[in-house]
Nanobody, 121 residues
């Protein structure tokens, strides 16, 4: 199994920046994809960004494109989400998720504990 430990989050003013980190343990990750989900009150859980370990291919939701950057550090088995120009609508609980990159669903993956991000206006 893959265990995910999240760090970062907190309270930030609109327009500010915040970095989330997700450290994975228990496996190697060349065959994995990593994603950041978020869930805000009254909204469905949504995939914010994802990245594959092997190729580094990234996908971003339109709501964060150009503001958020997902990156990985293979040596440290860590995935980061750099969030810039934050907006109040970015307020949510953010979850790191790991899944097989081959024919796998996010729901079947391993989930981190969640980290609160609050952006004040």
């Amino acid at each position: 199994q893959v265990q995910l430990i999240q760090s970062g989050g907190g309270l930030v003013q609109a327009g500010g920046s915040l970095r989330l980190s997700c450290e994975a343990s228990g496996s190697t990750f060349s065959g994995y994809a990593m994603g950041w989900f978020r869930q805000a009150p009254g909204k469905e859980r949504e995939l914010v960004a994802s990245i594959t370990w092997r190729s580094g291919n990234t996908i971003y939701d339109q709501s964060v494109k150009g503001r958020f950057t997902i990156s990985k550090d293979n040596a440290k088995s860590t995935v980061n989400l750099q969030m810039n120009r934050l907006k109040p609508d970015d307020t949510a609980v953010y979850y790191c998720v790991a899944r097989s990159a081959v024919n796998s669903r996010w729901e079947a993956g391993s989930w981190g504990q969640g980290t609160q991000v609050t952006v004040s206006s």
